[in-house]
């Protein structure tokens, strides 16, 4: 059997989807390279959690002790009322019996850390914001700002909810007339978030901090555009964040796009709204703010979207680039690695990257991740409603879930998600180690081929 060569991947953005993907397509010995926009590598945002939906990928690539070495357990999400009267939650203390898995907690920052520190520093460039792409059935070739060009078999956008790859891919689309109408339209956006993590914090005056457990807390006051909520993390820090409801129109569209991101630029004028209300660690948010250095606050936009066309020809579109979630706690993140794991295992299936080839992988990349991401973005808009929505009809579902809807309801709803863990096909499978079932994993030809090879050669 003839081995095929591998295609070279060019990865746009050096987030956490690229860096994931970056790390799959290591293990299998593909050529790659990641090319970052920013001038230097710095991960903006605060709490995150993963759950057993993805972390078997974390645990086939070797990462999964590294990852808990950032991380804390978490037992149970608090939603409260302005008073701090408890008004709803979910119960994870069954997680890790019914998954495998515990529920962890971390922040953003040392989870980018942790994935770039495995990355070959010589296969990132940064500095690198894509302009436009070409592509034939040659190859394909993006040019960055700075007038530099790369070629190669297959482009990833993986740059972001305003990815610059997608933007060049749809003008192309859209001129010869093959773009959905749906993917032309803007993303939905409704609210704005500011983010912290503080500085290491004097455990006697938070002991939540000591407890080592992580506890996710969020104030939900009915009636105000204002929600927040705590987080405890290692170190004997604090994550936090302030969430408004913006009204449609409020915010410019130039404005969404400059903020579309992380930002480190806080807004301070949001803050001071927020200053004096009272948080559940004890204090108020002044007190966590004044134990936060500047640079590690960080805002953005929250928009949501999910669009239509995630390929064509040898260019290929995931996490934010294709679907862009409402946060819940890193539930973006975790579908955007899920991609990364499907798009790998579908370039090691591939073979010679011919144009025939690659539009197939790609067709099965979609075809196995639309229908989860569309039901998670679902779930995800669902979550914002209950969480930080303050329409008259948000604040009716709100009532409607924390009073009518049985709590074993809820909180099946999250073992649920924990069934669909797709792990890369090229590494040694990690077996079910809790009592619920998981959905099977996808069989690799591929690899059944490659060990029927070497058990004839034995």
Known sequence: MTKAQPPKVLIAGGGISGLFLALLLERQNVPYMVYERASEIKSLGSAMGFGANILPAFEQLGLLEELMAISLPCRRLEMLDKELNFMSGIDFSEYKERTGYDT????????????????????????????????????????????????????????????????????????????????????????????GTTDPLDPEKYPCIKSGISSFQRVINNGDPYTWHTVNMRDNRLCWGIIVQIESGSASRDAMFRNSEWGSDADDSLMQKTYEYTTPV????????????????????????????????????????????????????????????????????????????????????????????????????????????QTWKERVIRHVIFNWIPKKVQTGQFFKDATYRPQAAFLNYVENRGSDPVLPQKPSKRCAEEKAAHKKAA
Request: proline fraction near 4%; include cysteine.
């Open 104 to 195: 962890v907690m971390f922040t953003r920052p040392s989870l980018h850390r942790l994935l770039y520190s495995h990355v070959p520093p010589e296969k990132v460039l940064l500095s690198k914001r894509v302009l436009s792409l070409e592509q034939n059935d040659l190859g394909v070739m993006v040019r960055m700002a700075d007038g530099s060009t790369y070629h190669g078999d297959i482009l990833v956008g993986a740059d972001g909810a305003y990815s610059g790859v997608r933007q060049g891919l749809y003008k192309h689309l859209e001129k010869c007339g093959n773009l959905p109408l749906s993917d032309m339209e803007e993303l939905n956006m409704g609210h704005l978030c500011m983010v």
């Open 282 to 389: 004890g204090g108020v948010i002044r007190d966590l703010i004044n134990a936060t250095p500047k640079e590690n606050m960080s805002k953005t936009f929250l928009e949501e979207k999910l669009f239509e066309t995630w390929y064509h020809g040898r260019t290929v579109l995931i996490g934010d680039a294709c679907h862009k979630f409402l946060p819940s706690a890193g539930q973006g993140a975790v579908n955007a690695m899920q991609d990364a794991v499907v798009l790998a295992n579908c370039i090691y299936e591939m073979g010679e990257a011919t144009p025939q080839n690659i539009t197939a992988a790609f067709r099965e990349y979609y075809a196995e991740r639309h229908a989860p991401v569309k039901r998670m973005m679902n779930k995800s808009a669902i979550m914002a409603a209950i969480q930080y929505g």
